[in-house]
């Protein structure tokens, strides 16, 4: 089963790779882009069958490395 991890900066944490790519995007022309937040996304594949439980062992990954869970938070997915 595939399972999506989606890594974000939590709000409040400074996030210098979104400013930098909020700046990059401002030099190369493109107007009107507010906050950018820059994050990861991490695909899994489990050998797990049912989704409920390939959820509940993602996000304990997720939970024990995947994620700093001081500064960032995560978002579990079954793809």
């Known amino acids: 089963m595939k399972v999506l991890v989606t890594v974000m900066p939590k709000a409040g944490v400074l996030d210098p790779q979104g400013k930098a790519i909020g700046h990059a995007l401002a030099g190369l022309g493109f107007e009107g882009v507010g906050e950018v937040r820059a994050g990861k996304v991490i695909e899994l594949e489990l050998a797990e069958t049912d989704a409920a439980a390939a959820k509940q062992a993602a996000e304990a990954m997720a939970a024990k490395l995947?994620?700093?869970?001081?500064?960032?938070?995560?978002?579990?997915?079954?793809a």
Do not use: D
């Open 66 to 78: 995947l994620a700093n869970t001081v500064i960032e938070s995560f978002r579990v997915e079954i």
